[in-house]
Structures are given as C-alpha cells and as structure tokens.
C-alpha cells in the first residue's frame, strides 16, 4: 500500500530504484540476524545462481541450510561458504526428480538436525526450443525437474517455491519451461488451501530475468543485455540477492497470513513498459 506521501510526490523527486544502497545495505535494515534464527532450510538446486544467493543470503537471517543439487561439489562450496558465515550446513547431491533420492535429503537432515522448518523449492532445468522442434526427453527432463521435483519434495516438507514470470505469461521457445512453472504457481494455490489447517504455508517467488550464470549463458554479450534490460521496466535484471529477499519474506513471521500466493519480483510487468 502507497503513503499518501509517496502518492503525492512527483516522480522526479522519488530515487531510481539503482540508486537505493547495496545488496548489504538492503538486508540490513530489511531482515535483522534473527529474522530465521534457528530454522532450518533445505534449498534446492542450491549450487549455483538464485539457490546459491538464496542458501547464503538465508544464513545471514540466522538460518542453518541443507543444499541441494546434482553436483556434491557445487553443493559442498556452498555449504562452506554458509558455515564460514557461522551457520550450519549440509551438502547433499540430489536428483530432485527421484524420489529415493529426495527421500535420502529428508532423512539426512532430520538425522543431522532434527527437523526441517523451511523448504526452498529452486531448483530448475530449461532450454530454449519451438515446441515442434523439443524432443520428447526434453520436454520429460522439464517437467521431472521444474514440477515432479516440487511435488515430491513437497509431500516431504513444503513452503515456498520458486517459480518464473514464464507461468504466469509464458515464454516463447520455452514453452514446457513455462507450462512447468505455471504447474508449480497451480500447485502452490492448491497446497495454500489443502494445508492451512495444519498451519503450514505453501508460498511461491517468480523471478523476472535475473544476472545468473544460466541467462549470462542465453545472452552472451553486454548488447544483448542491455537489450534484455531495456524490456524491463526498471531497467535492469534482478540481482540473485534480491530474489532471495523475497524468498526471507515469504519464509518470515511477517507473511504468516500468506498462503497460496505467488510474489512476483520482475522489475516490473513488461507490458507496462511499452511506449506508446
């Protein structure tokens, strides 16, 4: 909700969003150390990009973390960078789309903490094909990954989700990427009803472009970027920190009247950017 305050002011008297402090800055007087202390987080597809912001921006708010993903090494530097930020943290490989696998994530972290708070669901698989061209392996590999991998680690734990901007408009060539995401939004309003008697809430963050080694990946140089940038409406991509604030948010005290809800962070609907 605006101020009337903010109403009232004249856009050129209000700060570029660019220019409202650094990454440290904002979670300081965003989030406190206690913010999640003590709980305890699994994140998938933690290695690398938002789930790596996300594991280690949680450990700043007091949690400790269990991190997700296929590769133990990429899981084990993160782990180490959590722990060197004075939490605990466990590395576990992890194929999210097998269920002996995600069961085997569960188990090890009740045996090394005793309970699970917070269930992070981000890990993610896309390429970028027309639905003709998409081989069916791909279109299997997407899905396991983008909603099987939610689904059964949400029969396990639960609570937020990370799904995209693409579940909610699509994308073109990516359109089972987008199909799966917008599985995960549908999942999440589901579990938002079915589980608030237990007074568990199910949240979902979609993140809009976001400077992550992926998309850097997709767009290879600083033209098509900016052009990226352009399409956006505050101008920029989202930095993997400020996906992570929101994930803090959804996961906090301050959104327990939150359930089923999908927060967007894409700097703004691209619709809106269009000039006329």
Same mark, same amino acid.
């Given at each position: 909700?605006?101020?009337?305050?903010?109403? #009232? @002011? !004249?856009? &050129?008297? =209000? /700060? $570029?969003?660019?220019?409202?402090?650094?990454?440290?800055?904002? +979670?300081?007087?965003? %989030?406190?150390?206690?913010?999640?202390?003590?709980?305890?987080?699994?994140?998938?597809?933690?290695?690398?990009?938002?789930?790596?912001?996300?594991?280690?921006?949680?450990?700043?708010?007091?949690?400790?973390?269990?991190?997700?993903?296929?590769?133990?090494?990429?899981?084990?530097?993160?782990?180490?960078?959590?722990?060197?930020?004075?939490?605990?943290?466990?590395?576990?490989?992890?194929?999210?789309?097998?269920?002996?696998?995600?069961?085997?994530?569960?188990?090890?972290?009740?045996?090394?903490?005793?309970?699970?708070?917070?269930?992070?669901?981000?890990?993610?698989?896309?390429? #970028? @094909? !027309?639905? &003709?061209? =998409? /081989? $069916?392996?791909?279109?299997?590999?997407?899905?396991?990954?983008? +909603?099987?991998?939610? %689904?059964?680690?949400?029969?396990?734990?639960?609570?937020?989700?990370?799904?995209?901007?693409?579940?909610?408009?699509?994308?073109?060539?990516?359109?089972?990427?987008?199909?799966?995401?917008?599985?995960?939004?549908?999942?999440?309003?589901?579990?938002?009803?079915?589980?608030?008697?237990?007074?568990?809430?199910?949240?979902?963050?979609?993140?809009?472009?976001?400077?992550?080694?992926?998309?850097?990946?997709?767009?290879?140089?600083?033209?098509?970027?900016?052009?990226?940038?352009?399409?956006?409406?505050?101008?920029?991509?989202?930095?993997?920190?400020?996906?992570?604030?929101?994930?803090?948010?959804?996961?906090?005290?301050?959104?327990?009247?939150?359930?089923?809800?999908?927060?967007?962070?894409?700097?703004?609907?691209?619709?809106?950017?269009?000039?006329?």
């Amino acid at each position: 909700m605006m101020t009337s305050a903010a109403r #009232r @002011a !004249r856009p &050129e008297s =209000l /700060p $570029r969003a660019s220019d409202r402090g650094t990454c440290g800055d904002v +979670l300081q007087h965003a %989030f406190s150390a206690d913010t999640l202390r003590d709980r305890v987080a699994i994140v998938t597809g933690a290695s690398q990009g938002i789930g790596r912001a996300i594991a280690l921006e949680l450990a700043k708010v007091g949690a400790d973390v269990v991190a997700c993903s296929r590769r133990q090494s990429g899981v084990d530097a993160v782990a180490g960078e959590v722990r060197a930020l004075g939490r605990c943290a466990l590395g576990v490989a992890c194929d999210v789309g097998d269920a002996a696998q995600v069961d085997e994530v569960v188990a090890r972290t009740h045996a090394e903490f005793g309970r699970i708070d917070l269930l992070v669901n981000n890990a993610g698989y896309r390429i #970028r @094909a !027309r639905l &003709e061209d =998409l /081989p $069916r392996d791909e279109w299997d590999a997407m899905l396991r990954t983008n +909603l099987t991998g939610v %689904f059964l680690f949400s029969q396990a734990v639960g609570r937020v989700n990370v799904t995209s901007v693409a579940g909610r408009s699509g994308s073109r060539d990516m359109a089972a990427y987008a199909a799966a995401k917008a599985g995960v939004t549908a999942l999440t309003q589901s579990l938002g009803a079915e589980w608030a008697k237990y007074g568990i809430t199910v949240n979902a963050v979609a993140p809009g472009p976001t400077e992550t080694e992926g998309v850097l990946e997709v767009w290879k140089t600083p033209a098509m970027i900016a052009q990226a940038s352009r399409e956006v409406p505050l101008q920029r991509l989202a930095r993997p920190e400020e996906i992570a604030w929101a994930v803090i948010f959804v996961a906090s005290d301050a959104a327990d009247f939150m359930t089923g809800e999908t927060l967007y962070v894409s700097g703004g609907p691209r619709v809106a950017n269009r000039e006329d």
